[in-house]
T-cell receptor, first 119, second 112 residues
Framework: NAGVTQTPKFQVLKTGQSMTLQCAQD?????MYWYRQDPGMGLRLIYY???????DKGEVPNGYNVSRLNKREFSLRLESAAPSQTSVYFC??????????????????FGQGTRLTVV | GQSLEQPSEVTAVEGAIVQINCTYQ??????LSWYQQHDGGAPTFLSY????GLEETGRFSSFLSRSDSYGYLLLQELQMKDSASYFC?????????????FGKGTRLSVIA
């Protein structure tokens, strides 16, 4: 059981280049998320997918696109990388919460992160 | 929208007790979670409170007061390995499409 797997772990891009960050989970979770983490800023939500076939913007979606390829995979694409996108990117997945919020204790499982530098 | 406030840094002595506070503002509320992250690692789940009161899990406890929009994480018998960042997080709705919103994190340094 690998959990949440992200690739690549490290990447250096030149300004204007494009790339796709891959994420896959093997826990049969419905919801998947992409966060970015910058020093002093905590984890900020980029995009999320409540279920296969649906995606929604988070707090900081500009400059990114996502694809929920199937239930397992959720990719994040940078079409034209900018230095401001230098960050650590985390993918996460979570099962659906229960019917009442008392059952809402569904923890999010995170991948190991992708450290992206745009020069 | 949602916002969470927590101290940016806390330092404590090995073997001591430390409390990390979190205040939140949300349009709705469906629980407060805590995550731990070591340098270079991924966030991992620690605890969750849906109701007022204290939840205990080994050396870690988490408290919630919904009327005060406040919670805290209590770490007892501190060990050097507890040096990490700790994040509180909330969901404003109890549905599958409501993501977690995280605070900016508290960096805990445990000293000898």
């Amino acid at each position: 059981n690998a959990g949440v797997t992200q690739t690549p772990k490290f990447q250096v891009l030149k300004t204007g280049q494009s790339m796709t960050l891959q994420c896959a989970q093997d826990m049969n979770h419905n919801s998947m998320y992409w966060y970015r983490q910058d020093p002093g800023m905590g984890l900020r939500l980029i995009y999320y997918s409540a279920s296969e076939g649906t995606t929604d913007k988070g707090e900081v979606p500009n400059g990114y696109n996502v694809s929920r390829l199937n239930k397992r995979e959720f990719s994040l694409r940078l079409e034209s990388a900018a230095p401001s996108q230098t960050s650590v990117y985390f993918c996460a997945s979570r099962p659906l919460p229960g019917q009442s919020y008392l059952q809402g204790n569904t923890e999010a499982f995170f991948g190991q992160g992708t450290r992206l530098t745009v020069v | 929208g949602q916002s969470l406030e927590q101290p940016s840094e806390v330092t404590a002595v090995e073997g001591a007790i430390v409390q990390i506070n979190c205040t939140y503002q949300t349009s709705g509320f469906y629980g407060l979670s805590w995550y731990q992250q070591h340098d270079g690692g991924a966030p991992t789940f620690l605890s969750y409170n849906a109701l007022d009161g204290l939840e205990e899990t080994g050396r870690f406890s988490s408290f919630l007061s919904r009327s005060d929009s406040y919670g805290y994480l209590l770490l007892q018998e501190l060990q050097m390995k507890d040096s990490a960042s700790y994040f509180c997080a909330v969901r404003s709705r109890n549905s599958g499409n409501t993501p977690l919103v995280f605070g900016k994190g508290t960096r805990l340094s445990v000293i000898a």
